[in-house]
C-alpha cells in the first residue's frame, strides 16, 4: 500500500513538473503592447512581429506569463531594431518556434529561460551587442545544432545551454583567444562539449534561414526552414558569394534554395542534403528539387566531367551550373521544357550534349541567353523509331531491294543507308525460307541510334518481320547494322476464288466468274484468273463456279473444300 501512495505522489510531482513545458492551447493575438514595445501576429504565417525601443519586460513564468508563454501557433519570431533584450521567460515553451531574429544593432541581453523548451529551434544567431545570455535561456532546445556566437559575449549563465544534446557546433565571431576567455557557467556541457569554429563566417540568407561557414573544414551550412532569399549573378549576389567553401550542406527543413546561390563558389566541389528533407534533393552531385522536376545547382568544381540529369526533369535554374568549367558532357532528358539564363555559360571544356529526345523536340525547349557552350557542343539525338520496309520480289526474281522510311513525329528525316540492296545466298527465293539481311545503318550527324530491338519495326510486304539492332566489330572499328529477318511467303500462282487477285473473295469475283461463264470475259484457259474462276477444277467456269465463290464472299462455304 505504501508502495503504491509513493508512486502516486511521485506521479502527481512529475506531472506538476512538467506543467511548465506543456504547450499552450491559447491563440495569439493579432497584436499588442508591452511596456513600451508593440507586436503584431500573422497566424498563417505564424509570425510574430516585436518593435519598438528599449527593453522587453521579464516575466516570471508562474504569477507573470509573458502574452507568448508556450503558444504553440508561433514558428518565427522577428524582433525589430531599437529592441534591447529579450525578456525572460519571454517565448518559454514555445514548442513550434523554429525561427528567431534578434536586431544585430540593439540587442544587449537574452533574458533568464528565454526560450527554454522551444524544442523545434535548430539555429540562433547571437548578435555582437549581446553581452549575457541568461539562465537557462536556451535550456532544452533539443533541436538545437548550429549556434553564431557574436564577439560581445561575455558571460553564459547557468544552464543556458542545457539539455541541447544536439549542438554540435558552436561559430565564434570573436577567434580562438576570444572563446578560451569566455566565461561559461555551470550546468552548460553541450556548449563546453561542443566544437568551436573560431575561423568563421555566418550570417542570414532567408527571413528564416541561417548560413554558417566553416574556414577550417571548408564547410558551408544553410539551416532554418523555409524560402532563400531570391538572389542573381548581379545586383543581389549570395552572402556567401567567393567563399573558398569546397562544401555546401543543406539542412533537411530548409525549403528551397536560389537560383544563383552557389554561382560564385568557385571551389566548391560537393553540395549534400541533410537525410529526410522534403525539399531537396542531390543526384549524381546536382541539387534538384524534392520531386526532380528542376535542376537548381551542379558545384563549379566538381571531379565529374559528366552530368546525367534525370528524365523528369523539365526546368535547368539560370545560373545552376554556369562555372563548371570541368564539365565534359551533359544528358538531358526529353523531358526538359527549360534552359535558364547563364546555365551553362562559362562551360568552357563541355564538348558533348546527349539529348534523350528528337531533334524536333530539342528544337522547342526554350534556352536562355549566355548558354553558347550548351548550343556550340556536339549534340546527338535519339531516333525514336525506324521503320524499314522490305520489298520482296517476285519469285524467281534474284536481288532484294530494301528502303528504309524514318517515322519521326509524323515527318521524315534524311538518314544516310549504306547497302541498300543485298543478294540471298540463293539464286532465287523459296517459298517457306527465312531470310536474314543484315545492312548499316547510319544516323545522320547529330543523331544517335536506340539503343534496343523495341524502338526498330520492319515490315515485309506489308507484314511485321524481325527486326534488331546489331552491334559488328571490325577490327577495332565498331558499327551499328540493322539485322532483319523474315520467312518468304510461299507463293501460290492463284488463289481459288480470288479472280481479281487482291488476296480476297468477294461478291467482285463472283460477278466476274459469272461474266466468263456467259463468255463476257475473255480469260483464255490456263490463265490464272481462268483457274481462279474455276473451283470445282472441271476445266470450264459455270455457273456453278460463280455461284460457290459468292457463298464464300458470304461465309456460307469454306474455299478450303475446294
Not at 114 to 126: V, W
Request: glycine share 8%; net charge negative.
Amino acid at each position: 500500500m505504501k508502495k503504491r501512495f509513493f508512486a502516486m505522489i511521485l506521479a502527481v510531482l512529475l506531472t506538476v513538473t512538467a506543467l511548465p513545458l506543456l504547450a499552450s492551447a491559447e491563440s495569439t493575438p493579432a497584436s499588442g503592447t508591452m511596456d513600451a514595445l508593440s507586436w503584431t501576429f500573422n497566424s498563417s504565417a505564424g509570425k510574430l512581429t516585436i518593435t519598438g525601443s528599449g527593453a522587453m519586460k521579464n516575466y516570471n513564468g508562474s504569477s507573470q506569463k509573458s502574452p507568448f508563454y508556450g503558444h504553440n501557433d508561433i514558428r518565427t519570431v522577428e524582433i525589430g531594431y531599437g529592441v534591447t533584450s529579450v525578456g525572460d521567460y519571454a517565448f518559454y515553451g514555445c514548442g513550434q518556434l523554429r525561427n528567431v531574429s534578434l536586431p544585430e544593432e540593439t540587442m544587449e541581453t537574452i533574458g533568464k529561460s528565454a526560450f527554454e523548451g522551444n524544442t523545434k529551434l535548430e539555429a540562433i544567431l547571437i548578435p555582437s551587442g549581446v553581452e549575457t545570455l541568461g539562465e537557462n535561456c536556451f535550456r532544452d532546445c533539443a533541436a538545437l545544432a548550429a549556434v553564431g556566437m557574436g564577439s560581445g559575449v561575455k558571460k553564459i549563465k547557468d544552464g543556458a545551454f542545457h539539455g541541447c544534446t544536439k549542438l554540435w557546433d558552436v561559430y565564434v565571431e570573436g577567434g580562438e583567444e576570444f572563446f578560451d576567455t569566455l566565461h561559461v557557467s555551470d550546468d552548460n556541457e553541450p556548449l563546453q562539449n561542443s566544437n568551436p569554429i573560431t575561423e568563421c563566417e555566418f550570417g542570414r540568407c532567408g527571413e528564416t534561414q541561417i548560413w554558417f561557414y566553416d574556414g577550417v573544414d571548408k564547410t558551408l551550412t544553410v539551416l532554418g526552414e523555409g524560402e532563400m532569399e531570391e538572389f542573381d549573378y548581379d545586383m543581389n549576389p549570395a552572402p556567401f558569394s567567393n567563399l573558398e567553401a569546397k562544401k555546401a550542406v543543406i539542412g533537411k527543413s530548409v525549403g528551397s534554395v536560389s537560383d544563383w546561390a552557389f554561382y560564385y563558389l568557385e571551389d566548391l566541389e560537393e553540395i549534400a542534403v541533410e537525410a529526410g528533407s522534403a525539399y531537396l534533393t542531390v543526384e549524381n552531385r546536382a541539387l534538384y528539387d524534392a520531386k526532380k522536376t528542376r535542376l537548381i545547382a551542379f558545384p563549379n568544381k566538381s571531379n565529374a566531367v559528366t552530368l546525367r540529369i534525370p528524365e523528369g526533369v523539365t526546368e535547368i535554374a539560370p545560373g545552376a551550373a554556369g562555372n563548371a568549367k570541368k564539365l565534359f558532357q551533359v544528358f538531358v532528358p526529353k523531358s526538359m521544357k527549360t534552359v535558364g539564363y547563364g546555365a551553362f555559360e562559362y562551360c568552357e571544356g563541355l564538348k558533348e550534349v546527349y539529348y534523350t529526345g528528337t531533334k524536333l523536340a530539342w528544337d522547342k525547349i526554350g534556352i536562355g541567353d549566355a548558354n553558347d557552350p550548351l548550343l556550340n557542343a556536339s549534340r546527338w539525338y535519339t531516333i525514336d523509331s525506324i521503320m524499314l520496309s522490305i520489298a520482296a520480289p517476285a519469285a524467281g526474281e534474284t536481288p532484294i531491294r530494301t528502303y528504309i522510311i524514318p517515322a519521326l513525329e509524323g515527318k521524315f528525316l534524311p538518314y544516310q543507308v549504306n547497302g541498300v540492296s543485298w543478294t540471298p545466298d540463293d539464286a532465287t527465293f523459296q517459298n517457306g525460307k527465312t531470310y536474314t539481311v543484315t545492312f548499316l545503318v547510319t544516323a545522320k550527324e547529330g543523331y544517335r541510334m536506340p539503343a534496343e530491338a523495341k524502338d526498330l519495326a520492319a515490315t515485309v510486304n506489308g507484314k511485321p518481320a524481325l527486326c534488331r539492332l546489331v552491334e559488328i566489330q571490325t577490327g577495332a572499328v565498331k558499327r551499328i547494322c540493322a539485322e532483319v529477318s523474315f520467312t518468304f511467303p510461299t507463293l501460290q500462282e492463284f488463289m481459288l476464288g480470288d479472280v481479281d487477285n487482291d488476296t480476297k473473295i468477294t461478291a467482285s469475283d463472283a460477278r466476274l466468274a459469272l461474266r466468263r461463264a456467259v463468255d463476257l470475259e475473255t480469260y483464255a484457259p490456263g490463265s490464272r484468273e481462268f483457274k481462279a474462276c474455276d473451283v470445282d477444277k472441271d476445266g470450264s467456269v459455270t455457273a456453278n463456279d460463280a455461284r460457290s465463290i459468292l457463298r464464300a464472299a458470304v461465309d456460307l462455304e469454306d474455299p478450303a473444300t475446294w
